[in-house]
């Protein structure tokens, strides 16, 4: 078999949904190693390899991102397509001239170096020498790793007061940098400062201390993505030589995946329970005396992620994983999520110290 044929094999076996079906729940799905250095990733969340590009320089630019909605206007102005449109060809370099948009040539720049920023692309390197123009070249460069976390947020759009000069030293910093492999990476919008921080960014996820608690995953995802099917899994249960987790997805009402963790921070989870305790008074009392006291819990109150990490642990020992997405129909993510759940914490809990599956078998 060519190399080709193989990476293709790989491509196929990964988007296929239906391959969850023949796996057994016992057996953890294996590290695929031939995707664990790619560093561009499609909108399906699937690996693109170089060797099946075609053309060296053609460049993966997301549907979101290329989108004109809302504020977001740049894109779809004549310098915003050309930027697009570059960065699809296999041209290597182009000057952008921002003449072509209507207004002042210093604006035009500022306008197209934010969007480039935003768009976190790896590998590009801007000049901004030329009187009318931006020009950008594409590199080959390794990657570098991120020093640390403050170095990943994002630039807010309206609040940005940097020259075109600081922006351009920013957009080289961060396209020099970047991860390599599959997992769940931060998606480096500038509201993103609850769920970001928890986001677990590696190829492999280890929820709990039992050699068999890790997930290889498989395809890459932000956290500004919707249809999804996830992990939440707790760093100090983990310290503490316990685990705790809890598969969810992503509703249908939901704007996107912020929304549908936010929510986790707001109320019970489990909606029996939140129908009977939700506007209770006394429940962050009753939650105490359970915590702290071991006064009984028969309706497992304490097996809520509402609970575990608004009381029992903190919001930010939460660690976050989408598992999954892009699925083609609600029946399919659903099917994902209930597999999922049975293969990630087996409904498993521990009642004597509150930790384990918060999935309830229903
Ligand atoms: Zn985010
Ligand atoms: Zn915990
Ligand atoms: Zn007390």
């Known amino acids: 078999m060519s190399n080709f044929q193989r990476l293709e094999g790989i491509i196929n076996d990964i988007s296929d949904f239906t391959a969850i079906l023949k796996r057994d729940p016992r057996v953890r799905v294996p590290l695929i190693p031939e995707i664990q250095n790619v560093w561009e990733w499609d909108d399906l969340g699937l690996p693109l390899f170089p060797e099946l590009k075609i053309g060296p320089w053609v460049r993966h630019v997301p549907s979101d991102f290329a989108q004109v909605k809302g504020q977001r206007k740049f894109p779809g102005t004549p310098v915003g397509r050309d930027f697009i449109?570059?960065?699809?060809?296999?041209?290597?370099?182009?000057?952008?001239?921002?003449?072509?948009?209507?207004?002042?040539?210093?604006?035009?720049?500022?306008?197209?170096?934010?969007?480039?920023?935003?768009?976190?692309?790896?590998?590009?390197?801007?000049?901004?020498?030329?009187?009318?123009?931006?020009?950008?070249?594409?590199?080959?460069?390794?990657?570098?790793?991120?020093?640390?976390?403050?170095?990943?947020?994002?630039?807010?759009?309206?609040?940005?007061?940097?020259?075109?000069?600081?922006?351009?030293?920013?957009?080289?910093?961060?396209?020099?940098?970047?991860?390599?492999?599959?997992g769940t990476y931060k998606c480096r919008e500038a509201h993103c400062t609850v769920t970001g921080p928890c986001i677990t960014q590696s190829p492999s996820v280890r929820f709990g201390p039992t050699p068999n608690q890790v997930v290889h995953l498989q395809k890459r995802f932000k956290c500004n993505c919707n249809n999804v099917v996830y992990l939440v899994h707790c760093q100090a249960c983990i310290d503490e030589g316990n685990w705790t987790a809890y598969v969810g997805t992503t509703h249908r009402k939901d704007r996107?995946?912020?929304?549908?963790?936010?929510?986790?921070?707001?109320?019970?989870?489990?909606?029996?329970?939140?129908?009977?305790?939700?506007?209770?008074?006394?429940?962050?009392?009753?939650?105490?005396?359970?915590?702290?006291?071991?006064?009984?819990?028969?309706?497992?109150?304490?097996?809520?992620?509402?609970?575990?990490?608004?009381?029992?642990?903190?919001?930010?020992?939460?660690?976050?994983?989408?598992?999954?997405?892009?699925?083609?129909?609600?029946?399919?993510?659903?099917?994902h999520e209930a597999i999922l759940m049975r293969e990630i914490g087996g409904f498993e809990y521990f009642p004597q110290n509150g930790t384990g599956s918060l999935n309830k078998f229903l």
């Open 85 to 182: 449109d570059f960065m699809r060809s296999n041209a290597q370099t182009v000057t952008l001239d921002c003449t072509r948009n209507h207004g002042e040539i210093a604006n035009t720049k500022q306008l197209l170096l934010r969007m480039i920023y935003g768009g976190d692309f790896k590998k590009i390197r801007a000049v901004g020498d030329n009187a009318n123009g931006i020009t950008i070249t594409k590199n080959d460069d390794i990657l570098l790793a991120y020093e640390n976390a403050v170095s990943l947020l994002r630039v807010s759009h309206e609040g940005t007061k940097l020259t075109n000069a600081e922006l351009i030293e920013k957009i080289n910093w961060n396209a020099a940098r970047g991860f390599l492999g599959p």
């Open 256 to 335: 996107n995946f912020h929304e549908r963790l936010g929510g986790h921070c707001k109320k019970l989870v489990d909606e029996w329970n939140n129908e009977r305790y939700g506007g209770d008074p006394g429940l962050p009392n009753y939650l105490h005396a359970m915590i702290n006291h071991g006064a009984p819990d028969p309706h497992q109150l304490i097996r809520d992620a509402f609970v575990h990490w608004g009381f029992y642990h903190d919001r930010e020992d939460r660690r976050i994983t989408i598992l999954d997405g892009q699925f083609p129909t609600d029946r399919v993510r659903l099917h």
